[in-house]
C-alpha cells in the first residue's frame, strides 16, 4: 500500500468517523482531553501499519468494530499499572566467584551507580518527567492529567531514557571487566 493511499483511507476515516471515534474514546474514558488524545494514538498507530485494510469492509466501507477495538486497547494499555515498571538492564555476561562481588558491595550497587550516573546525563526535561513519574507514582494517562502534557511525548521520552539508561549501563559494564 503506498502511502498516498493510506493517508486517503485516514482522511477519509477523518471525513467521516472522526466525531464517532471521539465518542467511542469518551465513553471510555470519561474526559474529552483523554478521548481526543486516544483518538490521535488510534491514528499515528493506523500511518504506521504496512496495510490498512482491515480497516475496509465490504469494498469501501470502514470496518467500525476494528476502529473500536483499537481504541479500547489503547486505553487498556493507557491505563494499566504503567507506574510499576522499572529500568532494569540487561547483563549479559554471567559473573561468578570473587568477580562477582567487588569492594563496593556488589554488581547491584554498581549497577545503581551507573542508572544514576546515565539519569545526571539525561536532558533536564526527560529526568525530571522521569522523577516526577517515579516518584509520584503516575501512570501515564495520570502523568498527561496532572502535567498537560501528551501522552505520547511522556512515552517517547520513557522509551528514549530506558534505552539511553541500558545501553549506558550495558556499556561501563563491559569497561568494567
Given at each position: 500500500?503506498?502511502?498516498?493511499e493510506k493517508n486517503d483511507?485516514?482522511?477519509?476515516?477523518?471525513?467521516t468517523q472522526h466525531k464517532?471515534?471521539?465518542?467511542?474514546?469518551?465513553?471510555l474514558t470519561k474526559n474529552?482531553?483523554?478521548?481526543?488524545?486516544?483518538?490521535?494514538?488510534?491514528?499515528?498507530?493506523?500511518?504506521?501499519?504496512?496495510?490498512?485494510?482491515?480497516?475496509?469492509?465490504?469494498?469501501?466501507?470502514?470496518?467500525?468494530?476494528?476502529?473500536?477495538?483499537?481504541?479500547?486497547?489503547?486505553?487498556?494499555?493507557?491505563?494499566?499499572?504503567?507506574?510499576?515498571?522499572?529500568?532494569?538492564?540487561?547483563?549479559?555476561?554471567?559473573?561468578?566467584?570473587?568477580?562477582?562481588?567487588?569492594?563496593?558491595?556488589?554488581?547491584?550497587?554498581?549497577?545503581?551507580?551507573?542508572?544514576?550516573?546515565?539519569?545526571?546525563?539525561?536532558?533536564?526535561?526527560?529526568?525530571?518527567?522521569?522523577?516526577?513519574?517515579?516518584?509520584?507514582?503516575?501512570?501515564?494517562?495520570?502523568?498527561?492529567?496532572?502535567?498537560?502534557?501528551?501522552?505520547?511525548?511522556?512515552?517517547?521520552?520513557?522509551?528514549?531514557?530506558?534505552?539511553?539508561?541500558?545501553?549506558?549501563?550495558?556499556?561501563?559494564?563491559?569497561?568494567?571487566?
Open positions: 500500500m503506498t502511502a498516498k483511507i485516514i482522511s477519509h476515516l477523518y471525513n464517532w471515534l471521539i465518542a467511542c474514546a469518551f465513553n474529552n482531553d483523554a478521548a481526543e488524545e486516544l483518538v490521535q494514538n488510534l491514528y499515528v498507530q493506523l500511518l504506521g501499519m504496512d496495510d490498512l485494510s482491515k480497516i475496509i469492509y465490504q469494498g469501501d466501507s470502514l470496518n467500525q468494530y476494528y476502529l473500536y477495538k483499537i481504541i479500547k486497547s489503547l486505553f487498556v494499555k493507557s491505563t494499566k499499572g504503567e507506574s510499576t515498571s522499572t529500568i532494569t538492564p540487561i547483563i549479559e555476561d554471567t559473573y561468578e566467584g570473587d568477580s562477582f562481588m567487588d569492594d563496593d558491595g556488589g554488581i547491584e550497587h554498581r549497577v545503581n551507580g551507573y542508572i544514576n550516573d546515565a539519569l545526571q546525563r539525561l536532558p533536564w526535561f526527560d529526568r525530571e518527567l522521569w522523577n516526577t513519574y517515579c516518584r509520584e507514582n503516575h501512570s501515564i494517562m495520570s502523568l498527561h492529567q496532572a502535567t498537560k502534557i501528551s501522552t505520547s511525548t511522556i512515552w517517547s521520552s520513557q522509551q528514549k531514557l530506558k534505552s539511553f539508561v541500558k545501553t549506558h549501563v550495558q556499556i561501563k559494564l563491559k569497561t568494567d571487566e
